[in-house]
Every structure is written in structure tokens, then in C-alpha cells.
């Protein structure tokens, strides 16, 4: 591919129904480098949390997370529908990377100080990426004029208004953050009013999946560091065993979850596809601080945390039973699970949530089990459906 053909290749719109649309190297790439600001807010999760401070450490983490996640999300649903590819496109990625690694050197200020300069200074150079995406989708004629003025006005709007909520008191930054993060979303369903972009549904769900696996896989990295140091300070009891299982099979169930049920398939609306792109937030939301809890259950039990066994145990049992009623609510109960399987997945967040109460260090290897169960129980239940559809069908 030529140089010249990448600066002037033209920005169009993508065919909606294009066979075998899968994610591109850059975006492969782009995830990979959103993960470090995750790593890096659930990293000052754990040690909050480890300290104690448990009221910072999860209004912070709410809060930073979702600047780095709604960054994500414009990009990823922008790049499904005009991603041309070229010099121009690719910078414009590059810049965005660079604001989350920005946003990611400011999340430690943004912890113990409550200082949000950089973080919203990385959010910013992300919006001001997305800003000119917009503009160049619109003057290529690739996108509706209407549509694309909208998110650019928009987006550059909020973030205006981002700008301005660092100027306030502490105080008045926590009562407005939720207004704030309100209008922010309300972009794209103000945006598409009238008009869908031509995103695909397919590589939207595959994006979406690649980014699921990433996060868990930095939940086990971090779970690995924490069993890694219990190793190195020579403690290596059986109860380290039994938690280091429990955090495995938490993981891999977790995975198995995820990816039982195709979502490209009901991403046909609009409406589908907002409910479906927003809910992600608690997915990997609860992803990420699965591996701040496993790493900090591993520290209570080596000492190197002086915490009350109920806040160890719930710092892994919270996240897990969001992530069940979340997959349960966005995967599979729009493919109408049929009898008692409709009960599973909340019946089995019930279950996680009572395994607070478990005596350490059985917590985390109770939530393995019982996560384990809910996939067994699955599999079965889908062989006797491929059964019964076989024998209908002979």
C-alpha cells in the first residue's frame, strides 16, 4: 500500500452487513494500550482498598474508570463505522492512545489527592481526536451533516464543561461528576437521533469481546503478582493453594461466560445496541476490580493487608455477582433461555453475594466453585438442546 494512497484514501462509510469484518491491527493495538490506564486504576484499587479506604477507593475508581471506558467507546463505535484506514485515521488513533496514557499518569493524583488536572487533560486530547473524526466524516461526506455536527458540538461541549468542574470545590466535584458523566452519554443517543451510524454489528461485539478478554486477562496478571510476592516472603500454605484455585476458576468461568452466547446477532437496533454498549460498563467495570480483589484477598491472607475478613471477601464476591447479572442481562437473556435457565445467573450472583460470610480464606475458592457450577450447568443444559433440536430434527 502506498504512502500517497494512504494520505489521500478517502474517509466513507462502512457496509453495515460486510462479511467477515473482524477487528484491525490498530485496534488490537489501541485496546492493548487503553489496558494500561485500566491496570493503572485498578492497581491504586487494590492499595486503597488495602489501606482501608475504602470510600476513595471506589467513588475514585468509578470515576476514572469511566473516563477511560467512554473514551473507548467512542472510538471503537466510531472506527466500526468509517475506519478508512489511512495516515490521517491512524494519527488521529494515536493521539487517542496518547490521551489514555496521559489520563493513566494522573490516576494516582486523582486518588490521593483528588486532583483531576491530568486525568481530565487526557480525557481531553482523547475528545479532541474524536472532535476532528467527526469533522472529517462530515466534510468527506461519509456521515450525515446533522449527525456528525452533532457529536462534534457535543463532545466538544462536555468536555467543556469537564474543564470547568476542575475549578470547583472538591465537594461540588463530587455532587456534579454524575451530571456531568449523564451528559456525556447522552451524546450519541442525542447524535443518532433519527439517523443510525453504519456500524457492524458483528465486529461491534468482536471489539467488544477482545477488550472483555484483555481485562481479564490483567486480572490475572494481577492475581499472578500477588501469589508471585506470597511466594517470594516463603508462605506457601495450603490455604494459598486453595485461594490461587478459587481465583482461576473465577477467571476462566468469568471468560466462559462471556463468550457461551454470540451477541452479534441481536445488535440489530439501535436501542439493542445502546443498551447493550452502555451495560459494558459494569462488565468491565467488575472485570477489573475482580483482579484488584483476588490480589487483595491474597495480601490479607500473607499479612501484608490489615483487613476485616467481610471487605476482603466482598472485594471479590461485589465485583463477580455484578458480572453475572450483567452478562446474564446483555448476553444471554436476550436469547430467551428457556424453563429455570432464566434463573441461573441471578440465582447464582445470590449465591457469590452469601459467600462474603464464608471464613477466609474460603471466599474466593466458594466463588470459583460456584462460577464453575454455572458453566457446568450451561454446557449441560445447551448439549441436551443440541440433542432435542438433533432428534427433532431426525
Do not use: K
Request: net charge neutral; glycine share 8%; hydrophobic share 55%.
Amino acid at each position: 500500500m502506498s504512502v500517497n494512497y494512504l494520505w489521500h484514501r478517502r474517509m466513507t462509510a462502512r457496509d453495515t452487513g460486510e462479511p467477515h469484518r473482524t477487528a484491525t491491527p490498530l485496534e488490537l493495538f489501541f485496546d492493548l494500550c487503553f489496558v494500561v490506564a485500566v491496570a493503572q486504576v485498578a492497581r491504586e484499587l487494590h492499595e486503597y482498598l488495602a489501606t482501608g479506604r475504602s470510600f476513595t477507593a471506589v467513588t475514585s475508581f468509578l470515576t476514572v474508570f469511566f473516563a477511560v471506558w467512554w473514551a473507548w467507546m467512542g472510538f471503537t463505535w466510531f472506527s466500526s463505522a468509517y475506519d478508512p484506514g489511512d495516515v490521517l485515521f491512524r494519527l488521529a488513533t494515536l493521539a487517542t492512545i496518547t490521551g489514555a496514557l496521559v489520563l493513566a499518569a494522573g490516576v494516582r493524583l486523582a486518588f490521593e489527592n483528588h486532583d483531576f488536572v491530568v486525568v481530565v487533560v487526557g480525557y481531553s486530547v482523547m475528545r479532541l481526536a474524536m472532535i476532528s473524526l467527526w469533522l472529517r466524516a462530515m466534510f468527506a461526506g461519509a456521515a450525515p451533516r446533522s449527525v456528525a455536527l452533532r457529536f462534534a458540538g457535543g463532545l466538544a461541549g462536555v468536555q467543556g464543561l469537564w474543564c470547568v468542574w476542575l475549578l470547583l470545590p472538591e465537594l461540588w466535584q463530587r455532587w456534579t461528576f454524575l451530571a456531568l458523566a449523564l451528559l456525556d452519554l447522552a451524546v450519541p443517543l442525542v447524535a443518532e437521533r433519527g439517523h443510525r451510524t453504519s456500524w457492524h454489528p458483528h465486529h461491534i461485539a468482536e471489539r467488544y469481546g477482545l477488550f472483555t478478554m484483555i481485562v481479564l486477562g490483567e486480572s490475572v496478571m494481577s492475581a499472578t503478582s500477588a501469589v508471585r510476592r506470597a511466594v517470594d516472603a516463603a508462605y506457601a500454605g495450603d490455604d494459598l493453594y486453595l485461594l490461587a484455585g478459587g481465583a482461576l476458576l473465577t477467571v476462566f468461568a468469568m471468560w466462559w461466560m462471556y463468550f457461551a452466547t454470540p451477541a452479534g446477532e441481536f445488535l440489530e437496533s439501535s436501542r439493542q445496541a445502546f443498551l447493550w454498549g452502555y451495560g459494558h460498563f459494569l462488565i468491565f467495570g467488575a472485570a477489573a476490580a475482580v483482579g484488584a480483589g483476588l490480589a487483595l484477598n491474597i495480601d490479607s491472607l500473607t499479612d501484608e493487608a490489615e483487613l476485616a475478613p467481610l471487605t476482603a471477601a466482598a472485594s471479590v464476591t461485589l465485583p463477580v455477582a455484578v458480572y453475572l447479572v450483567a452478562v446474564w442481562a446483555l448476553h444471554l437473556r436476550p436469547n430467551r433461555p428457556d424453563g429455570w435457565g432464566v434463573y441461573l445467573f441471578p440465582g447464582g450472583a445470590v449465591l457469590v453475594l452469601a459467600a462474603t460470610f464464608v471464613p477466609m480464606p474460603m471466599p474466593v475458592l466458594a466463588v470459583g466453585l460456584i462460577s464453575a457450577a454455572l458453566v457446568t450447568v450451561g454446557v449441560v443444559r445447551e448439549r441436551d438442546a443440541e440433542r432435542r433440536s438433533g432428534g427433532a430434527l431426525a
